[in-house]
């Protein structure tokens, strides 16, 4: 989208209640009433409803379930997180994209995000499938001050984040299984992705991948996820706003980090607790190098490690694995 067209629709999305003079947004951005015009009609044919009335000016009605920058800040209500947002409608993963911009500085709040992925990175090595148009794809950069071992509680801070938001915005009850997976009634559909740029002992910055299958249909998943996952809408029955439960995520990431940062890990180790599927159940947990350690899942950590306890009383720490309840 080209930037003036981007900058009517963040005034259309900011004075979304009233009506804007085309004089006023052609003062705004600096351009003539007549390409102001063009651009309306061209975002109308995009699928964007503008109501526009002589003497009064335009007013946003309605829009499509199109990602932008535009949208995305419309309704942001984060104090910082989000608003160096990188924007791409199609992109090979933002994982990727974030890492790079991570070492070439990019601020603390940097998200990077995408309507499509064609190489979405999941844990272990795998794959994460990212089709157009129906899902959130998206990567924050955070450079909180800690040692790297308490990195991994940043995958928990994620995953309850996102459980809120998704119940905020959908009001579903969703579950977490350890450590990043959120399910529902036993499906995922969310998957994180912590990763870490350090040096020496010290994190330079933590980069969280999130994807979510939102409004995605399970006929259209490939055959080997269509028994194990699913998507809000199937869920629920009906469509979502993407960029709303962006918004929603970014604020509940941003009011816990910041509770992380002031007071430390309990309140997200609670509320973590709370979520949990799989603690005080028999499970097996199948580390990369293929052992399967069976046990009790008895919590996690301070350090959002997952502590099992197998059938000699022994207590194992899994800091990475596949759980299997
Ligand atoms: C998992 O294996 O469960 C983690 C999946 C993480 C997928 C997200 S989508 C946004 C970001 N970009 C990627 O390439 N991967 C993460």
């Known amino acids: 989208m080209s930037k003036t067209k981007n900058h009517i629709l963040k005034l259309l999305f900011k004075n979304r209640n009233d009506y804007i003079s085309g004089q006023k947004i052609s003062d705004e951005i600096g351009c003539s009433?007549?390409?102001?015009?063009?651009?309306?009609?061209?975002?109308?044919?995009?699928?964007?409803?503008?109501?526009?009335?002589?003497?009064?000016?335009?007013?946003?009605?309605?829009?499509p379930d199109q990602l932008s920058e535009a949208k995305i800040y419309a309704g942001l209500t984060t104090k910082t997180l989000g608003h160096h947002l990188v924007y791409q409608d199609e992109i090979p993963s933002t994982q990727k994209k974030a890492q790079h911009l991570a070492e070439?500085?990019?601020?603390?709040?940097?998200?990077?995000l995408a309507d499509e992925q064609t190489s979405?990175?999941?844990?272990?090595?795998?794959?994460?499938?990212?089709?157009?148009?129906?899902?959130?794809?998206?990567?924050?950069?955070?450079?909180?001050?800690?040692?790297?071992?308490?990195a991994p509680q940043f995958t928990l801070l994620t995953a309850v984040a996102v459980v809120k938001a998704v119940k905020h915005v959908t009001g579903l009850d969703c579950e977490i299984k350890w450590p990043n997976d959120i399910l529902y009634k036993g499906k995922k559909f969310v998957g994180i992705l912590t990763e870490l740029q350090a040096e020496a002992a010290d994190v330079k910055a933590i980069i969280v991948g999130i994807g979510i299958n939102v409004n995605a249909a399970i006929d259209d998943f490939p055959e080997e996820l269509k028994d194990i996952a699913t998507s809000?809408?199937?869920?629920?029955?009906?469509?979502?706003d993407r960029a709303e439960l962006i918004q929603e995520i970014l604020k509940a990431f941003e009011d816990l980090y910041?509770?992380?940062?002031?007071?430390?890990?309990?309140?997200?180790?609670?509320?973590?607790?709370?979520?949990?599927i799989s603690l005080g159940r028999q499970i097996y947990a199948r580390t990369a190098n293929g052992t399967?350690?069976?046990?009790l899942a008895q919590g996690i950590n301070d350090e959002g490690v997952l502590l099992l306890k197998d059938k000699d009383g022994k207590i194992h720490k899994i800091y990475s694995a596949d759980i299997e309840i």
């Open 258 to 276: 910041k509770s992380y940062m002031d007071e430390g890990f309990g309140l997200i180790k609670l509320l973590w607790e709370s979520y949990a």
């Open 292 to 295: 399967v350690v069976q046990g």
């Open 104 to 112: 070439d500085g990019a601020e603390e709040g940097t998200v990077v």
């Open 232 to 240: 809000l809408r199937a869920e629920a029955g009906t469509a979502f």
């Open 33 to 63: 009433r007549t390409a102001v015009w063009k651009h309306i009609k061209e975002l109308e044919n995009e699928g964007y409803t503008i109501a526009s009335v002589h003497k009064r000016g335009y007013k946003l009605i309605d829009a």
């Open 120 to 150: 979405g990175r999941g844990r272990l090595g795998r794959s994460w499938h990212s089709p157009k148009g129906t899902g959130i794809w998206m990567s924050l950069i955070i450079r909180p001050d800690i040692p790297i071992h308490k």
